[in-house]
Nanobody
């Protein structure tokens, strides 16, 4: 599976962005897809994830009320709608995919087999 993340950019605090993660290669619909982010000088952290059916979603507490993850398996694409952005959301955002990820591991980057190149989100205050 090859992943291509896009949609990052510069936005003012309070604004919105939608990130996209387009997949190619294998049947994407059977994979769990997650978004992670890494701010300068910090470790990569979990943001959100969605199971293959789209029925199970998980979010980091810091984004739960502001971000929404969704997927369109027909388009092999997963989206991350980010609203009410804050300066602390500034980071490089990575999408990742993996199969056979148990629910308790969905928050862990090591559980994902495939990674995109990242897209930079900068929130100005």
């Amino acid at each position: 599976v090859q992943l291509q993340a896009s949609g990052g950019g510069l936005v003012q605090a309070g604004g919105s962005l939608r990130l996209s993660c387009a997949a190619s290669g294998r049947t994407f619909s059977s994979y769990t897809v997650g978004w992670f982010r890494q701010a300068p000088g910090k470790e990569r952290e979990f943001v959100a994830a969605i199971r293959w059916s789209g029925g199970t979603k998980r979010y980091a507490e810091s984004v739960k009320s502001r971000f929404t993850i969704s997927r369109d398996n027909a388009k092999n694409t997963v989206y991350l709608q980010m609203n009410s952005l804050e300066s602390v959301d500034t980071a490089v955002y990575y999408c990742a995919a993996g199969n056979s990820i148990i629910l308790s591991s969905i928050f862990t980057s090591a559980a994902y087999n495939y990674w995109g190149q990242g897209t930079l989100v900068t929130v100005s205050s």
